[in-house]
T-cell receptor, first 110, second 109 residues
């Protein structure tokens, strides 16, 4: 069993739809990260969470530490949101290395 | 501002040839530095991390090595590449949020 599980693996939505991507983890963590990877491969960090909820523009990330679960929401989705979204966790200690989920390929159709 | 530079962007190398990928960061001091790899059709995997100059930790046994000769410089090397070394290599730093380099797509032929 992977330490970080994401669902769904693939998601196709129509422009304007509300999107949710889920992430569950089985290990103790110091922080959870949501990353976005575009077709060229470059990765951008969207959020780093250790509790509660964060919002940036149309993106919202939540985490429930007790249930070991996080969600990434996209409101009013747009074709430019099409990308792979990756959940990753960092454990305790000073190294802060990441363990990654397998990613969710999101396609938003116009 | 804090930036990270990684080069080259793409690389095609024959089996058995050496490898050197370089990553430098600006705008921060004593960052944690990382090399990750994404093989075709697979997720990201940690290869090496460094919490300071000359300090390298390896996560996966392989024919790759890493060095940190300066605080803001992280180098990934191999003496002899294998076909299985093909993939997308990402340098990153953490302070504690993550910033990723633009990546190097390595094809071993």
């Amino acid at each position: 069993k992977n330490e970080v599980e994401q669902s769904p693996q693939n998601l196709t939505a129509q422009e304007g739809e509300f999107i949710t991507i889920n992430c569950s983890y089985s290990v103790g963590i110091s922080a959870l990260h949501w990353l976005q990877q575009h077709p060229g491969g470059g990765i951008v960090s969207l959020f780093m969470l250790s509790s509660g909820k964060k919002k940036h523009g149309r993106l919202i990330a939540t985490i429930n530490i007790q249930e070991k679960h996080s969600s990434l929401h996209i409101t009013a989705s747009h074709p430019r949101d099409s990308a792979v979204y990756i959940c990753a966790v960092s454990g305790g200690g000073s190294a802060r290395q990441l363990t990654f989920g397998s990613g969710t390929q999101l396609t938003v159709l116009p | 501002s804090q930036t990270i530079h990684q080069w080259p962007a793409t690389l095609v190398q024959p089996v058995g040839s050496p490898l050197s990928l370089e990553c430098t960061v600006e705008g921060t001091s004593n960052p944690n530095l990382y090399w990750y790899r994404q093989a075709a059709g697979r997720g990201l995997q940690l290869l090496f991390y460094s919490v300071g100059i000359g300090q390298i930790s390896s996560e996966v046994p392989q024919n790759l090595s890493a060095s940190r000769p300066q605080d803001r410089q992280f180098i990934l090397s191999s003496k002899k590449l294998l076909l299985s070394d093909s993939g997308f290599y990402l340098c990153a730093w953490s302070d504690p949020g993550y910033t990723f380099g633009s990546g190097t797509r390595l094809t071993v032929v």
